[in-house]
């Protein structure tokens, strides 16, 4: 049987040292604190595939590269936002972004899963979709909406777009990289793509 990567005393020793919640890291793995809990505790064993995201979690988390993500966003003229994990916080927009939606600045650093409309709403509370981008299966969204936000006339509400939500790793953290672009108003809405890791490596085999 191949040995555990990372155990619960490892995770417990970890958050001890830098100081970081249950409740925190559960956020950055998209689990249950329960389910930390019972790691650490010795009752479960994360899973392979989970002990692997944990080891990027406690090697990488202070690497800084959100912050550098974050600052290089701000003065594109790309519209862009970047949005943390399951908890869909609002974490940065770029400057185009801004200058379409100014409204949206009062949204930075807020968690706006309740504020999501269509296809957001969908991707987010429907199916398997951000069960299956937590895993590491789903790699990229691409849709079509009139508005992703139920906010005044905040993102989507006056024009017809085409998005992008590319799944990354920063920092060890899920974060969605939103790109947003022009479309044909006679496009239909919806999700065009959903590109899924089975789909670049399914060419190596």
Request: charged share 25%; glycine share 8%.
């Amino acid at each position: 049987m191949r040995e555990a990567i990372v155990n619960g005393s490892d995770v417990i020793r970890w958050r001890v040292l830098h100081r970081l919640k249950q409740s925190a890291l559960a956020e950055i793995l998209g689990v249950s604190q329960a389910t930390v809990s019972k790691w650490e505790s010795g009752v479960s064993s994360p899973s392979t595939a989970m002990q692997h995201r944990l080891s990027d979690v406690m090697t990488g988390v202070h690497e800084g590269r959100l912050a550098i993500e974050l600052a290089c966003l701000a003065p594109q003229q790309q519209i862009k936002t970047l949005v943390r994990g399951t908890s869909v916080q609002l974490l940065g927009l770029s400057a185009g972004f801004k200058q379409l939606w100014p409204e949206t600045s009062e949204l930075l650093g807020k968690n706006i899963r309740d504020l999501l409309v269509n296809e957001a709403a969908a991707y987010c509370n429907e199916g398997d979709y951000l069960r299956e981008a937590v895993a590491g299966e789903i790699l990229m969204v691409t849709g079509v909406s009139n508005r992703l936000l139920g906010v005044g006339d905040a993102v989507d509400a006056s024009q017809r777009v085409r998005w992008h939500a590319i799944v990354r790793r920063i920092d060890g953290e899920l974060i969605h990289e939103m790109i947003y672009e022009a479309c044909e108003p006679d496009t239909a809405t919806g999700f065009e793509k959903i590109l899924r890791r089975s789909d670049v490596t399914s060419g190596f085999k």
